[in-house]
């Protein structure tokens, strides 16, 4: 099935420094979601954006709906051991016969105290 | 948000035979749907699952070998049927939830010998 692009694959980084990652996609959305995925556990929804170049907050996460509306950015600022996680962006054509999640290919976070 | 819940949370299954996971969700939903998370990937949508109507199925899933019911606003099963180790994977359902987002169960961890 279709899949979103994420980079950077995996990220190795101090504690308190701040992260970066993208999410890009050959086909338009309406909307983004970022989600963490813990292991053992199923996804927990970050951020929700809905608006080209909209750009919203939740804590130390910011991320930005690009304004082409086919990518989407994700910053941790002052990252914490807490973040250690699996980051997914999924896009939505909300509206459609079925609104359907397509999730991207997946970012590995590993902060070291 | 909903609270989900999946059974079993995990199971170890020989091939050739069949596991039904339940979806619980604590809130009245009208879409549900279920994915499955094979090991090291990201998430990728089996069916749609709507009450009172047959589910909708992704490209390269079918009803013969993951059955769906879904007899009211808060329950679902999946089946994995005829299991092979390529079945090894976490399967995930999800509700959709205000502000065109989804919220995920834990998941079931699946492992075919």
């Known amino acids: 099935g279709q899949q979103l692009n994420q980079s950077p694959q995996s990220m190795f980084i101090q504690e308190g420094e701040d992260v970066s990652m993208n999410c890009t996609s050959s086909?338009?959305?309406?909307?983004w979601l970022w989600y963490k995925q813990d292991p053992g556990e199923g996804p927990v929804l970050l951020i929700a954006?809905?608006?080209?170049?909209e750009l919203t907050s939740n804590g130390r996460l910011t991320a930005q709906f690009g304004i082409t509306r086919k990518d989407s950015f994700l910053n941790i600022s002052a990252s914490i051991p807490s973040d250690v996680g699996i980051y997914f962006c999924?896009?939505?054509?909300?509206?459609?016969?079925?609104?359907?999640?397509?999730f991207g290919t997946g970012t590995l976070l590993a902060v070291q105290p | 948000s909903a609270v989900i819940s999946q059974k079993p949370s995990r199971d170890i299954c020989q091939r050739g035979t069949s596991l039904t996971i339940q979806c619980q969700v604590d809130s009245q939903v009208t879409m549900m749907f279920w994915y499955r998370q094979q090991p090291g990937q990201s998430l990728t949508l089996i069916a749609t699952a709507n009450q009172g109507s047959e589910a909708t199925y992704e490209s390269g899933f079918v009803i013969d070998k993951f059955p769906i019911s879904r007899p009211n606003l808060t329950f679902s099963t999946l089946t994995v049927s005829n299991m092979s180790p390529e079945d090894s994977s976490i399967y995930l359902c999800s509700v959709e939830a205000p502000g065109r987002t989804q919220y995920f169960g834990p998941g079931t961890r699946l492992l075919v010998l």
């Open positions: 086909s338009i959305f309406n909307t």
């Open positions: 999924a896009g939505l054509n909300y509206g459609g016969a079925t609104n359907k999640l397509i």
């Open positions: 954006l809905y608006k080209a170049g």
